[in-house]
């Protein structure tokens, strides 16, 4: 299973260094050029799953501390995990779940919401939530090509992807270039 913070395929926001490629090389033609179909049906898979990792940067931090009505402090002690010691990258913790979608059980984000609505899985801090969460699935490594796009489609799975409104490739540069800064 492989979802936006599963540590095995992706989740692969800054510290960032093997996303590789944006898709294609300039001058040529991506194999999304005509765009992509995605609409979230808020089921929550790309947010629970194997141990991973939700990377966000200082003003990711303080956005989303302002958003829960806490300060800082209570927000990195209660919600945020430091990977590779001092001077390391912050990460959102996660819960253990037996709910995520294999059925055998994971982990969640912190912030993965089951009990709000029935039957859904949503984001409890949706308006602040960081730029790896805003861009997927437009991950570099998803838009490989085709291939990588039906794997990651497949393995997390994500319902969304391939189904809904048309994303223009000019939108998609935009998903994939921000996640990837
Ligand atoms: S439809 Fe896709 S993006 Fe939306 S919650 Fe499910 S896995 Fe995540």
Known sequence: MSGLRDSSEKSTH???????GR???????????DGLRF?????GNCCTGPPGFVWFNEAEGRA?????GVSESEFYTRHARREGGVGGHWSLKERKTEKDSGGGGGYDCTFLDRESIPGKAICGIYHARPTQCRTWPFWPENLKSESSW??????????GMSRGPLITIEQIRIQRDRSSL
């Open 23 to 33: 898709g294609s090389l300039p001058g040529t033609r991506e194999w999304y050029a």
């Open 14 to 20: 800054p510290p960032a260094p093997s996303l590789g």
């Open 39 to 43: 609409e979230c049906t808020q089921c």
């Open 150 to 159: 039906q794997r990651v489609k497949r393995q997390t799975p994500c319902p």
């Open 64 to 68: 989303m501390a302002a958003a829960l």
